[in-house]
C-alpha cells in the first residue's frame, strides 16, 4: 500500500522566513513523487516533481529515499506563497494511481 | 485551451436523490481521474480511466456510485442515492502518459 503523510495541517511564517513543508511517504517500490498547490479560489495545480530537479517559484524538493521524505523548501517566504499544499505519490513502472497527502496550509504573515 | 472542465459547479440535493457530475478533459489527455475530496483531506482517488477503460475503479463505492467515459473522452461520475456522508468536492483530472495531472475546478455536493 502506499501512503502519503503531511504532519501539518498549518505552517504559519513572517515573510522572508524560510520555509519547510514536511512530507513523508511508503512505497514499496520507486515512487514518484509531486508537491501540488491550490491558491485561493483556484485549482490544484502541479508546482514541482522529483523527477524534473528544478526550482518553481524559489521552491526545491529533494528526494531523501533513506528517510522516506520529500519536504518542500524556500528560503525566503513571500505573502503569494500562502496556500494549501499537497505532496503526492505516484507508484512508479507505469502504474499511475496517485495519493495525495491530507495537505498543509501555508500563512505567510506580512 | 480551457482545460479541464466540470460542471455543475456546485449542487445541492436531498438524500435519496440521484446526482449527476459530468467532465471534459483536456483534449489528448488519454487518462482521465475522478477523485473526492473531504472537507480537511487531500484527494482520494475514485476511479481511474485509460481511454474507456476503468482500469481502477477499487475505491469507487460500486452499491452507489456509477461512473462512464465514452468514446474515451468525456466522463460521467453519477451518485444513486446519494447519502449525507457523500457532501464533498468531487475532482476531475486528466494527464497524458506519465505527465503532469490537470485537475479541474470541482463540484462542490452538498447533500441535506
Known amino acids: 500500500a502506499q501512503r502519503v503523510t503531511q504532519p501539518e495541517k498549518l505552517l504559519s511564517v513572517f515573510k522572508g522566513a524560510p520555509v519547510e513543508l514536511k512530507c513523508n511517504y511508503s512505497?514499496?517500490?520507486?515512487?514518484?513523487l509531486f508537491w501540488y498547490v491550490q491558491y485561493s479560489r483556484q485549482r490544484l495545480q502541479l508546482l514541482l516533481r522529483?523527477?524534473s530537479r528544478e526550482s518553481i517559484k524559489g521552491f526545491t524538493a529533494d528526494l531523501n529515499k533513506g528517510e522516506t521524505s520529500f519536504h518542500l523548501k524556500k528560503p525566503f517566504a513571500q505573502e503569494e506563497d500562502s496556500a494549501m499544499y499537497y505532496c503526492?505519490?505516484?507508484?512508479?513502472?507505469?502504474?499511475?494511481?496517485?495519493?495525495f497527502g491530507t495537505g498543509t496550509k501555508l500563512q505567510v504573515i506580512p | 485551451e480551457a482545460g479541464v472542465v466540470q460542471s455543475p459547479r456546485y449542487k445541492i440535493i436531498e438524500k435519496k436523490q440521484p446526482v449527476a457530475f459530468w467532465c471534459n478533459p483536456i483534449?489528448?489527455?488519454?487518462?482521465l481521474y475522478w477523485y473526492r475530496q473531504n472537507l480537511g483531506q487531500g484527494p482520494e482517488l475514485l476511479i481511474r480511466?485509460?481511454?474507456?477503460?476503468?482500469?481502477?475503479d477499487s475505491q469507487l463505492p460500486k452499491d452507489r456510485f456509477s461512473a462512464e467515459r465514452l468514446k474515451g473522452v468525456d466522463s460521467t461520475l453519477k451518485i444513486q442515492p446519494a447519502e449525507l456522508g457523500d457532501s464533498a468536492v468531487y475532482l476531475c483530472?486528466?494527464?497524458?502518459?506519465?505527465?503532469?495531472?490537470?485537475f479541474g475546478p470541482g463540484t462542490r455536493l452538498t447533500v441535506t
Open positions: 483530472a486528466s494527464t497524458r502518459s506519465r505527465q503532469e495531472q490537470y
Open positions: 512505497y514499496s517500490g520507486s515512487p514518484e
Open positions: 522529483h523527477i
Open positions: 503526492a505519490l505516484s507508484g512508479g513502472g507505469g502504474y499511475q494511481k496517485v495519493t
Open positions: 483534449s489528448g489527455h488519454n487518462t
Open positions: 480511466y485509460e481511454n474507456e477503460e476503468a482500469v481502477d
